[in-house]
């Protein structure tokens, strides 16, 4: 006769799933799992239903039992009321599969072919995440108060043909492979019988509730309006992916540049392969490989692969990738995996055999960046201010123009910048266009460069003619970059190439000068190259530390000044051993990026004709710093004594004739005389003076001294004869 099947489906009441075949499964668990009780109950002798579940036995007699009880407890099925009662509802057949929903326990046992101890396995890691109630119960069948999971030995101890679980110990199973069932390590198959096995709550909300919307860690691609080209490799690899299913995981890398988004690459590759693609949600902790596992299991389920965006991990240490054991974990799960890096360098950390190719996310062009610009900042002017104030007057169209080639920002940046402009109560100007870009940079040079704060401007910087002709066409090549690259046609031939000039001279003779000049000129940020820290013995390390930097600085115009540029870019030699060939290889890739940098790059150097001659034909300008002849160093040392000095006794005349010095070792020497003399004046000073009576005075004595020490710190030599009639000044020191 039909058993009409009873409306409970767990312990606790009302819990009831979506799907139908979990429903049964569960139902079919609940009804082992209280026969198992009841016959614990008989074997204790304790009353059937008592309040208390049955106490505990000796697991070691309980194991020797199990062959001697087995006959009654087959009775016991047949003959109590209760334990009768269940085996009948234990028999009622599962329900037929009929288009199951994708991702739901019925589609699950479909897909994978589940045999039913598979799909009662499936169930009983399921009930103690589904039902609080069932914890106890479970406890008092595996006879440990503190057990809160099932266990495969609890599969056999429930099931009627239990030598069928052997093949769902099997670690390739299904169940396991595919993440449905997890489980802690072990170090022997033997202990696999008394491991908990759980579903993770979040394939068992998939399972039980298949419409479920997606979970907290997983979040639908944005949409993308526009329709970007797939570039070549892009479309070859999801070629790929649609040409064959994944049998384990396959990982897919998109390396894109910072503030470009992925989506219009991953929405091109997706309608290739008629996939579609979720992200890994921002700001979830991923520290624990057994939560992206579950993340993954659920896309397997809900028939997606998955986006995982540069920094939505835990990295390893010292690198911008996730660790592999984490990736390594998920590679028997059939699922796409797009994950976004920086640094091709750091795929070596992952498993060769899960890999594709990786796919380069494009970077916005010139033409990209104005459309970007406009389109943001048109978005913005309507809806913020009069018409009047944000009509793209030539003057903002021409700043855009600027902008859009000296910061080579992206989509998502340009976004955020157009919309800190939104609360600008005023027209837009070119100059809060330009200082909200340069307040958006932050370049991170590490311990390769530090910043520069110019100190000096256009007036102080003495050179003859000729270099000061140079160096006011430097500074208008830099301005007319923009018109010249894209208005006239030269940036396809040149690469979108800045500038590159070298300052060569004797030490002091202004080249630090003219470039902290230059950086105020063309407010643009300077940073002082660290060769010490750029250098490195080891092979290889050189060339990591020069793209490092190259690609910090090209996201914006920037000066990179290389001070003693000759220790970096010296002449190439004659390979006679391996260093000789790397060293040679440093220089080409140096002199490779230098001629891609879009920003201008200022070396100085000592040693002009110490500079490989290949890299001096690249140079657009050559500024040669001479020493200063003898009306240079009179305008030398009149800039350099401060405003507030009186200097009336110092016969400038004398110094500049007596003393052929550059410019920096004049002002070091008026420097270090101030010093002296500000003590001296402090000194002598009387009780009833105030301080601002003091008048700093600056003499011949103290400027003679300071000439003297100079010329030591040279280690050049200088005679009595060289100080004319001030030599009494010095005659009580060794000259």
Partial sequence: MTIAQPSFITFSPNLRAVDTSANYWMQQVTLRLRREICWRWHQQGAAPHT???????????????????????????????????????????????????????????????????????????????????????????????????????????????????????????????????????????????????????????????????????????????????????????????RAKSADTVRIVPLQAPVGTPATATLQGMSRITQRAVVALQGGVSMDSAAYLRSLATVCWLRDVDLWIPQGQMSFAKGEHCPPSSDLASLQSISITVFLGVEDRGVLTQLPSHLLLPLVEVPRLSYGDRIQRWQQFLGASNAASTPTSALAFTPALTQAIAECSRRFRYETETIQTICEGLKAIDQPLSETDLIAACRAELDLDMGELAQAVVPRFTREELVLPNKQRVLFGEIEQAMRSLTQVHYDWGTARAWNECGISVLFAGPPGTGKTMAAEILATRLNLPMYRIDLSQVVNKYIGETEKNLKRLFDAADISDTILFFDEADALFGRRTEVKDAHDRYANLEISYLLERMERFKGLAILASNRKHDLDEAFLRRLRYIVDFPMPDLPERKRLWQQVIPEKVDASSLDIDFLARQFPLAGGHIRSIVFNACLQSARKSYQQASLDRTEDDLLPQLTMERVMMAVKWEYDKLNRSVSLEQFGSYAQLVQGVDV
């Fill in 51 to 241: 309040a208390t579940l049955p106490p505990s036995a000796d697991p070691l007699t309980t194991s020797l039992d199990l062959t001697r009880y087995w006959t009654e407890k087959c009775q016991f099925f047949q003959t109590d009321v209760t334990a009768k009662y269940l085996s009948e509802r234990l028999a009622v057949p599962p329900p037929a599969l009929d288009r199951p929903l994708p991702g739901s326990m019925e589609w699950a046992i479909a897909t994978l072919s589940l045999s039913p101890v598979a799909a009662f396995v499936l169930a009983l890691g399921l009930t103690p995440t589904f039902d609080h109630a069932a914890i106890a119960v479970i406890a008092a069948c595996l006879n440990n108060p503190g057990a809160t999971q099932p266990t495969l030995a609890l599969v056999q101890q429930l099931w009627d043909e239990p030598e069928q679980v052997l093949a769902i110990a099997d670690p390739a199973h299904s169940l396991w492979r595919l993440g449905l069932l997890q489980w802690g390590q072990s170090t022997s198959m033997g202990d696999l019988w008394h491991l908990p096995l759980t579903v993770p709550p979040l394939v068992a909300n998939q399972l039980l509730f298949p419409h479920t919307p997606l979970p907290q860690g997983l979040q639908p691609l944005t949409e993308d309006q526009a329709v970007t080209p797939l570039l070549d490799r892009a479309r070859l690899v999801a070629g790929r992916l």
